[in-house]
């Protein structure tokens, strides 16, 4: 029987590895989530670099949000991560959800990254 952890590793692993052979060179948009916040970076796997990041402890993100484990606080983070992005010359990305469901925060950072300009 697997554990958790080993099932969460295996989706990880699973879902890089779809990506790898799909991106066909666009940067990929990683999400991590914690109990308590909400992590988004740009990365562009050929060079090794970020490109953009957001999350919910930004200090003009911190003043406002009152958690950043709620879907508002994903919402802002992924508009703040668009913005960034678009103004960093990317519109193109594969999103990259890591081990989580696509649902709840996760989705709501999504959606939130494709209304601020960045198309997946």
Known sequence: M???QELRNRRRARLRYQLRH???GRPRLSVFRSGKNIYAQVIDDV???TLASASSLDKELRETLKTG???ESANVVGKLVAQRAVAAGVSQ???DRG???YH????A?????REGGLSF
Not at 104 to 107: A, N
């Open 2 to 4: 697997s554990t958790q």
């Open 22 to 24: 799909k991106a066909g």
């Open 47 to 49: 060079q090794g670099r």
């Open 69 to 71: 484990a709620t879907k």
């Open 93 to 95: 990305v594969v999103f």
């Open 99 to 101: 081990e989580y469901f």
């Open 104 to 107: 709840g925060r996760v989705k």
């Open 109 to 113: 950072l999504a959606e939130a990254a």
